[in-house]
């Protein structure tokens, strides 16, 4: 049996980096999530997958328009409509908490036998494997105080399915979760600890054969032997994610081996670094890095102490007629600013801070002077009008 596992889809994100499609009146960033997930359908239809799993995070919003739920409906209907099983777990972005419900929830009136949605701890059995999803929790959802309670009570989860799958020793046993878990980085080279969600420890998951995760953005592997895996989003959202692969995993029960499979449709984003002030020599480079960027999005930083309005202009224009999407043109000065004489404080008089200012600035005794005195004049005159 092959399963195929994505998690955190995020349909309607990254709405900043897209126009609007006069042909369908969508985000073009819409369009460009939708194309990912279709690569995926297409992937399970043409690669003989069994069951595709949902690891939480279908929508950005909790509360998406009935347009976007139409499309992410029916390709979920091909699906089931081509004898392919469907699983969705509840993501934290799934969850309606005002209305105590879930964006899958008419889905889940509806759904056929091929079809299971996840909202609370559930086992699903088949012929070599168990599924148990695990949806995701939080101290607000579970109306507890610390995270220590969440912990607890995510332990007794395991411990009342390891219970139930008593008779299925043989089978393969595949968790799925939504959820930080020990040693997950958010970005690369930055740890997630300034979150503040629960980060359970990796020891919760080692019961189980293999563990597929969503939640963190980035494919990562968590432990080895037994298997503890986040499978990254589908597709790019902002620039964190710019040099990160982005993709699905298909996992074969039979040989108990998985393989990731990058998403070559995600749209790259990519920063352009430019160092100088000339207009010839910035212009030059942006077009020579430009090449074979016209279906990306891309944002420009510009290093340098002379760069004007008038080359900015320019940059943008180039950008913005060679680029799928223009981004932010961010200008870096290298020009050094004298700093303040730390001698100077709230304390002194203007006379006495504007001499001390001058001496700090001016080397030159005389034009200092000469500056003190027109200094003087403007306090005095100043002063007067105070008066």
């Known amino acids: 049996m092959k399963l195929c596992i994505v998690a955190d889809i995020h349909i309607e994100s ?28 297409n992937y399970v239809l043409e690669n003989n997958i069994d069951v595709l799993v949902v690891a939480g995070d279908i929508y950005k919003s909790r ?9 992410f409906a029916k390709r979920i209907k091909y699906l089931v409509d081509n004898k392919k099983g469907v699983v969705l777990l509840q993501g934290n972005h799934d969850i309606i908490i005002s209305d105590d419900t879930h964006t899958n929830a008419v889905l889940q009136i509806f759904a056929p ?39 607890k009570l995510y332990f007794q989860y395991i411990e009342d399915i390891c219970e139930r799958l008593k008779n299925d020793k043989k089978k393969n046993t595949i968790c799925i979760a939504h959820q930080i878990v020990q040693d997950s ?26 563990t597929f995760l969503g939640h963190i953005h980035n494919y ?33 029960t039979l040989e108990r081996k998985y393989q990731f499979i990058k998403n070559n449709n995600a749209r790259q984003m990519v920063t352009i670094k430019i160092k100088g002030d000339s207009d010839k020599k910035i212009l030059s480079e942006l077009q020579e890095k430009l090449k074979d960027k016209k279906e990306s999005i891309v944002r420009v930083e510009l290093e340098g102490n ?6 900015l202009g320019k940059v943008k224009k180039m950008l913005y007629e060679s680029v799928w999407f223009a981004g932010d043109i961010k200008v870096i000065s290298t020009q050094k600013t004298k700093e303040r004489s730390g001698k100077i404080n709230e304390e002194m008089s203007y006379t006495d801070a504007l001499a001390e200012y001058l001496k700090h600035i001016i080397t030159d005794k005389d034009y200092r002077e000469s500056i003190y ?9 100043v002063n007067k009008e105070i008066v």
């Open 373 to 381: 005195n027109l200094g003087i004049n403007i306090i005095e005159e």
């Open 14 to 41: 990254g709405a900043l980096y897209g126009y609007i499609d006069s042909s369908t009146g969508l985000n073009a960033r819409i369009i460009d999530f939708l194309k990912s997930f279709d690569f995926v359908i």
């Open 306 to 311: 002379k760069i004007n309005e008038l080359t």
């Open 185 to 210: 980085l958010y970005v690369p080279s930055q740890d997630i600890t300034y979150l503040k969600d629960t980060i359970l420890p990796k020891e919760l998951f080692l019961k189980f054969d293999i």
């Open 220 to 252: 990562q592997v968590l432990n080895e032997k037994p298997d503890i895996i986040m499978v990254g989003s589908l597709d790019k959202i902002d620039f964190n994610d710019e040099f990160v692969d982005k993709g699905f995993i298909v996992y074969d």
């Open 63 to 71: 509360n998406p328009r009935q347009r976007i739920q139409k499309e």
């Open 113 to 151: 036998d091929n079809l299971y949605i996840i909202d609370k701890p559930t086992c699903i059995k088949f012929d070599d494997c168990v599924i148990c999803g695990i949806p995701y929790v939080s101290k607000s959802i579970l109306s507890v105080n610390s995270h220590d309670e969440v912990i």
